[in-house]
């Protein structure tokens, strides 16, 4: 990266971060990892550190690892410290998300951050999606880019649901926010889900579209877990469903907090996030999707960047570039302690 993008880029980060200063970080307890958190697979391949407070998970030629809430969780704040792995990490896919696939095979609900490696020199991405009772054929991926170098130290990445909301943090920005309408029916997620943390290989997908794939030569790959943070409603895995009756106390807190409230001024960092680093939205995407979603509110600024494939056009030009694309796949769900974990695919080209 040429050093004045870097200066801007640290120019800009300073400028969201201090235009969002009164919401400092969120104001939770931090827990251990076996608190509540159990190995998921790759058992070999995570590493409790003395303090059992940060955990590293692994991803080499034998397998990858990742872990899992021992409870369900209905609303609240799920959260970590990530630092993802250095150097040459194509193909590889660190994700923290949360879903109850396992429990709703045909009508789950989902949300994501995914990070995806990348070449020599080149910048992890971030993918956040939104499933709700089974929309896998309404993929809602948004991808951007970071204002730092996530490899170098670790930062806080948030996922807020709330019975009327759902917001991504990245650090203290806000990067995405979804509001629930009715309009959006089924498709904003419903019922309790779990907390997972996964490193895997994605070598036919994440990065180019699959053009470049995991090199065992860089690994192992290994990324820390740290600062956990799970604050909602939690219910055991065998506890009788529906869950907004037993959570109506914590839901009241949990809507009021401070991270489940969209102030202007953090509405207007994350405006300012999405015009600097986000590079594709499902919400511009034309072609795979004809008519707009009821929940993407068309910024006409934010807009005006992205191609019909909703992929962000790189240089101005007389002639937008046209993205090869294929359509999204939803892969087969491998069942929970598999290796691998199912994602959408969407094509990418030109990366940076
Ligand atoms: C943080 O939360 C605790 C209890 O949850 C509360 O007593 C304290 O006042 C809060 N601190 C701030 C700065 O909001
Ligand atoms: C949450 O949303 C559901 C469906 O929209 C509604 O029936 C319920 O009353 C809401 N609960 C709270 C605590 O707002
Ligand atoms: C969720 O999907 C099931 C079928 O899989 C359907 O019966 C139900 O009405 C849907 N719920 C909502 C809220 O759309």
New binding site residues.
């Given amino acids: 990266m040429a050093i004045s993008t870097l200066m801007l880029t640290s120019l800009f980060s300073f400028a969201v971060a201090s235009a969002i200063a009164d919401a ?1 970080t969120f ?3 931090e827990m251990a990892f076996d608190d509540e958190y159990l190995p998921l697979f790759g058992e070999r391949n995570l590493l409790r550190s003395a303090d059992g407070r940060t955990v590293k998970i692994l991803l080499n030629q034998h397998s990858g690892s990742g872990f899992i809430s021992s409870n369900l969780y209905y609303h609240g704040l799920f959260s970590a410290s990530i630092k993802l792995p250095s150097a040459y990490t194509a193909g590889v896919v660190v994700a923290f998300y949360m879903s109850n696939g396992d429990i709703f095979e045909k009508n789950h609900d989902e949300l994501d951050f995914e990070f995806l490696g990348n070449l020599w020199g080149r910048e992890w991405k971030v993918q956040t999606n939104v499933y709700g009772n089974g929309s896998t054929s309404r993929g809602r991926e948004e991808r951007y880019r970071l204002p730092f170098d996530p490899t170098a130290e670790a930062h806080r990445y948030s996922i807020v649901w709330t019975n009327t909301t759902i917001i991504f943090y990245v650090d203290e920005i806000p990067i995405r926010e979804v509001v629930r309408s009715s309009a959006m029916g089924g498709d904003y997620p419903s019922k309790p889900m779990l907390i997972y943390a996964t490193i895997w290989d994605g070598s036919n997908w994440a990065t180019s579209g699959g053009k470049h794939k995991v090199d065992y030569k860089y690994a192992p790959f290994a990324s820390d877990f740290s600062e956990l943070i799970l604050k909602g409603c939690r219910l055991d895995p065998i506890q009788e469903l529906p869950a907004h009756a037993q959570c109506h106390e914590q839901e009241l807190d949990i809507a009021v907090a ?1 991270y489940s409230v969209m102030t202007e001024q953090k509405q207007k960092a994350m405006m300012q996030f999405r015009r600097e680093y986000m590079i594709y939205s499902f919400c511009y995407d034309e072609l795979r999707y004809p008519s707009i979603f009821p929940d993407c509110k068309i910024e006409e600024e934010e807009k005006e960047k992205f191609g019909r494939t909703g992929h962000v056009m790189r240089r101005p030009s007389s002639k937008p570039e046209v993205m090869k694309g294929t359509l999204p796949v939803r892969k087969r769900r491998p069942k929970r302690r598999n290796q691998a974990r199912s994602r959408i695919i969407i094509s990418e080209t030109a990366e940076i």
Avoid: G, K, P, R
Wanted: proline share 0%; no cysteine.
């Fill in positions: 400092a104001n939770v307890t401070d």
